[in-house]
């Protein structure tokens, strides 16, 4: 068996969460390649190389996959999957995007968010918001997984992979990268984050929510954790819960709708 | 220009599941079902874009079973024009979802599609993205605003570090992100009028296609039982527990 594991970048640094990707694809078991496409990323695909248990990183460097569009990203993966059993991301915005492109377009089922490996082709993930764990088995040839970082530990640096280019080049004229605004922060991406630290009933109101920072300064050095994770939301007891401003990757419920219900058909 | 909306019937959200002693799936017996909430941002939106002058039709579609024809009953209360059903009792996941909506873009040829981002029952994440990949067409998912300017969509997505705005061409696929719209409640005489309103019935075999899924649902289990909370005397008790008990910190 074999695994391609798309890295996951953000401003021409490898994210940490690809690290518990390849750990996830070590439990799988097979060699294990990493995929790193964008524009101007060879000091990213070094960084992959540097991983534990990662056999060959493979870089589509072409203006192309800047940003990692889900049209030319995903005829990409589509394209080098034939060599895999396995493709997997992280479960992040972009791998979400991307991923189940990829499945439909090698016409296979995706699986999202496993929080374990069972077997090769077993996974174990959540539904109803993480209410209810199912195991599930894909019967098709091409496993193509996202991966919820916080199931599996990160895997070390002490590795040295090959590199290797890709030259394939996907044709995009369908979608345009038109501009990004990234929320500004000295603390890290909440999937990042070694400590959350979230605040509940007891702050009383949204404003002591800034007493949080006291403590999370104390934890770590300031330019450690800090991200304006919460939106504090202060509302009635019946309808008090803080709004994530998106939903942790710890959290195992989403927050849902603000509204009361859908309307019920009269029967 | 046409809008095709995709709405599922998922157990209604503020219900608690249960799962089945035999832990074989969810127990969805005498349980109260509802359109999925990023569905129902769905039709909202191309509601708005009908109010907007911007569509002229929205067709609200379902895969799933007889029951489903409420939901789309519902979205017909909200707005929508006329409905399509594709009626299976097979368990139906996100791709073979997608390969109905596939022939159903193909047949209606609509100039948007816009679909949930994701169905609060299983979780998934995946059929607008592989609608996209089987029509060929470019995606906008975890919208939280969509432009329409004459043959393009600008859309702006809800990415992990903030927001992100892509331009695409049409015919496009926009998935709902939470932030796009609050959706409205639908009216009595609305209602009334949605009883009224054309809803076709077709089967996969209609389409030519299969939806039943590859992947096999083995056991589903209830998440580990919460542990009740201690109160601990001191501030010195607390970091170490931190420390030494939970190892959050170091």
Redesign the interface.
Same mark, same amino acid.
């Given at each position: 068996m074999s695994i391609l594991v798309l890295a996951e970048h #953000?401003d021409g640094a490898l994210a940490g969460a690809t690290a518990h990707v390849v750990a996830a694809a070590q439990q799988i078991g097979g060699d294990i390649d990493v995929l790193v496409a964008g524009e101007g990323v060879s000091a990213i695909a070094e960084a992959a190389a540097r991983l534990d248990g990662v056999s060959k990183v493979r870089v589509a460097d072409n203006a192309a996959y800047a #940003?990692l %569009?889900?049209?030319p990203t995903?005829a990409l993966i589509a394209e080098l999957a034939g060599d895999y059993s396995h493709v997997l991301a992280v479960a992040? *915005?972009?791998g979400?995007?991307? !991923?189940? +492109? =990829?499945?439909? !377009?090698k016409?296979?089922? /995706?699986?999202?968010?496993i929080i374990a490996v069972e077997s090769a082709d077993?996974f174990k @993930?959540?539904?109803? &918001?993480?209410?209810?764990?199912?195991? =599930? /088995?894909?019967?098709?040839a091409l496993k193509v997984i996202t991966v919820r970082t916080t199931g599996f530990d990160a895997v070390g640096e002490g590795g040295s992979a090959a590199i290797e280019a890709v030259d394939f080049v996907a044709d995009n &004229? /369908?979608? *345009?990268?038109?501009?990004?605004? !990234?929320?500004q922060s000295d603390r890290p991406? %909440?999937?990042a984050a070694k =400590?959350v630290i979230s605040g509940g009933r007891g702050m009383g109101n949204g404003d002591n929510f800034k007493l949080l920072d006291g403590i999370a300064d104390k !934890?770590g050095p300031p330019s450690a954790p800090r991200a304006p994770r919460w939106t504090p939301v202060s509302c009635p007891t019946t309808c008090r819960w803080a709004r994530p401003a @998106?939903s942790s990757p710890r959290t195992?419920t989403?927050?849902?709708?603000? +509204?009361?219900?859908?309307? *019920?058909?009269?029967a | 220009m046409k809008i095709l909306v995709a709405v599922k019937r998922v157990i209604d959200y503020n219900v608690k599941i249960r799962v089945k002693p035999d832990n074989s799936d969810v127990d969805l017996t005498n349980v109260k079902m509802a359109m999925n909430p990023f569905c129902e941002i769905a039709v909202e939106e191309a509601v708005r874009l009908k109010e907007k002058g911007v569509a002229t039709e929205i067709v609200a579609v379902t895969v799933g079973p007889k029951a489903a024809q409420e939901q789309l009953r519902t979205a017909l209360a909200l707005g929508a024009d006329r409905a399509i059903h594709v009626e299976t009792d097979e368990r139906v996941e996100s791709l073979g979802a997608a390969k109905a909506l596939a022939k159903l873009v193909e047949e209606e040829q609509p100039g948007l599609v816009i679909l949930g981002k994701q169905a609060i029952d299983t979780d998934n994440n995946q059929t607008g993205q592989m609608l996209a990949a089987l029509t060929g067409l470019p995606q906008g998912t975890f919208a939280s605003e969509v432009k329409v300017e004459g043959e393009k969509v600008q859309v702006t997505r809800e990415i992990d570090g903030g927001l992100q705005t892509v331009e695409l061409t049409l015919p496009a696929i926009v998935t709902t992100d939470l932030r796009l719209n609050e959706p409205r409640y639908a009216k009595l005489p609305d209602i009334m009028k949605a009883k009224k309103k054309p809803l076709d019935v077709k089967t996969p075999a209609d389409l030519g296609i299969e939806v039943a899924s590859k992947v096999k649902l083995v056991k589903v289990e209830p998440p580990a039982e919460r542990q009740g909370g201690v109160k601990v005397d001191s501030v010195d008790e607390l970091v170490d527990k931190l420390k030494n008990e939970a190892k959050v910190i170091s």
């Amino acid at each position: 068996m074999s695994i391609l594991v798309l890295a996951e970048h #953000h401003d021409g640094a490898l994210a940490g969460a690809t690290a518990h990707v390849v750990a996830a694809a070590q439990q799988i078991g097979g060699d294990i390649d990493v995929l790193v496409a964008g524009e101007g990323v060879s000091a990213i695909a070094e960084a992959a190389a540097r991983l534990d248990g990662v056999s060959k990183v493979r870089v589509a460097d072409n203006a192309a996959y800047a #940003h990692l %569009l889900a049209e030319p990203t995903a005829a990409l993966i589509a394209e080098l999957a034939g060599d895999y059993s396995h493709v997997l991301a992280v479960a992040s *915005t972009t791998g979400k995007n991307v !991923l189940p +492109r =990829v499945a439909a !377009l090698k016409d296979v089922a /995706q699986i999202s968010e496993i929080i374990a490996v069972e077997s090769a082709d077993t996974f174990k @993930r959540p539904i109803y &918001a993480g209410n209810a764990i199912a195991t =599930v /088995q894909s019967e098709d040839a091409l496993k193509v997984i996202t991966v919820r970082t916080t199931g599996f530990d990160a895997v070390g640096e002490g590795g040295s992979a090959a590199i290797e280019a890709v030259d394939f080049v996907a044709d995009n &004229a /369908q979608s *345009t990268f038109i501009n990004e605004e !990234l929320a500004q922060s000295d603390r890290p991406e %909440l999937g990042a984050a070694k =400590v959350v630290i979230s605040g509940g009933r007891g702050m009383g109101n949204g404003d002591n929510f800034k007493l949080l920072d006291g403590i999370a300064d104390k !934890l770590g050095p300031p330019s450690a954790p800090r991200a304006p994770r919460w939106t504090p939301v202060s509302c009635p007891t019946t309808c008090r819960w803080a709004r994530p401003a @998106r939903s942790s990757p710890r959290t195992s419920t989403l927050p849902w709708a603000s +509204r009361v219900p859908s309307s *019920t058909w009269p029967a | 220009m046409k809008i095709l909306v995709a709405v599922k019937r998922v157990i209604d959200y503020n219900v608690k599941i249960r799962v089945k002693p035999d832990n074989s799936d969810v127990d969805l017996t005498n349980v109260k079902m509802a359109m999925n909430p990023f569905c129902e941002i769905a039709v909202e939106e191309a509601v708005r874009l009908k109010e907007k002058g911007v569509a002229t039709e929205i067709v609200a579609v379902t895969v799933g079973p007889k029951a489903a024809q409420e939901q789309l009953r519902t979205a017909l209360a909200l707005g929508a024009d006329r409905a399509i059903h594709v009626e299976t009792d097979e368990r139906v996941e996100s791709l073979g979802a997608a390969k109905a909506l596939a022939k159903l873009v193909e047949e209606e040829q609509p100039g948007l599609v816009i679909l949930g981002k994701q169905a609060i029952d299983t979780d998934n994440n995946q059929t607008g993205q592989m609608l996209a990949a089987l029509t060929g067409l470019p995606q906008g998912t975890f919208a939280s605003e969509v432009k329409v300017e004459g043959e393009k969509v600008q859309v702006t997505r809800e990415i992990d570090g903030g927001l992100q705005t892509v331009e695409l061409t049409l015919p496009a696929i926009v998935t709902t992100d939470l932030r796009l719209n609050e959706p409205r409640y639908a009216k009595l005489p609305d209602i009334m009028k949605a009883k009224k309103k054309p809803l076709d019935v077709k089967t996969p075999a209609d389409l030519g296609i299969e939806v039943a899924s590859k992947v096999k649902l083995v056991k589903v289990e209830p998440p580990a039982e919460r542990q009740g909370g201690v109160k601990v005397d001191s501030v010195d008790e607390l970091v170490d527990k931190l420390k030494n008990e939970a190892k959050v910190i170091s």
